[in-house]
């Protein structure tokens, strides 16, 4: 199985300046991981572990000090090859007084190359059909995220990037997140994404990596914490006295 993403030594260090003095700081240090094409790939860690800096350099949203970044075999930054990423912030922000399907029409035309009937397709598989008419305003967190998935596969992407999909939803908007991704990857598409939520990765990831303090620590395969039964324990192990 080829790989989707692969990662190879990667470090970012963040600098910040007050009043002459410079303070550096790690984002990732060394990181090497890899994402086979087809599987759904789960980074976990502590706030501050490096998760969204990792989503943001593979993204090109920041630049490495050091390392290799590839997608599908394509060395990055390559803005053209970004057209194999769908992305998913924390916080989508879309007009409030937009509908859910203005909206996809907007970004469907800045695309330039999404056709009318790729809007409707996307509208059923997030499950958005009776709320699409609906103005954001009136739209739930759990909506929201729909809306916003619905516009990282606006243009059929092969691989989809979430950070935090599960952030701030109620448990049945959990649930139907849940069941979602497990259908995108049912389509064929790879999904790679960071979560606070151990008890949500564990249902759905073929394979959990964990991040701590910027370094990558520990890769999980399925098959380990569906023997041990608690990938909570395996994460706190790894973390444990580092």
Not at 86 to 96: A, C, R, S, T
């Amino acid at each position: 199985m080829s790989s989707a993403i692969k990662i190879e030594n990667l470090t970012k260090i963040y600098r910040k300046s007050h009043l002459g003095r410079v303070t550096a700081y790690v984002g990732v240090k060394n990181l090497s991981l890899e994402v086979k094409e087809g599987s759904i790939y789960g980074l976990i860690g502590l706030n501050g572990s490096g998760k969204t800096t990792t989503i943001k350099l593979i993204l090109g949203l920041l630049f490495p000090n050091g390392g290799k970044i590839s997608l599908f075999g394509n060395p990055m930054p390559d803005r053209k090859k970004l057209s194999l990423v769908g992305y998913l912030p924390e916080m989508p922000y879309f007009y409030k007084f937009l509908t859910g399907r203005e909206i996809l029409n907007f970004y469907a035309e800045l695309s330039g190359s999404v056709p009318a009937a790729r809007i409707d397709e996307v509208i059923k598989i997030v499950d958005m059909v009776p709320n699409a008419g609906k103005r954001v305003s009136e739209f739930s967190k759990g909506m929201m995220q729909r809306l916003a998935i619905a516009q990282s596969l606006l243009h059929n992407p092969p691989l989809l990037v979430f950070d935090e999909p599960v952030s701030g939803l109620d448990p049945l908007a959990i649930r139907e997140m849940r069941t979602l991704i497990l259908k995108l990857k049912e389509e064929g598409k790879t999904l790679f994404f960071s979560s606070h939520s151990i008890s949500e990765v564990e249902k759905i990831c073929d394979t959990v990596g964990i991040l701590h303090k910027g370094e990558f620590i520990k890769v999980v395969e399925q098959k380990e914490w569906q023997e041990k039964n608690n990938l909570e324990e395996i994460f706190i192990e790894a973390i444990k006295d580092k």
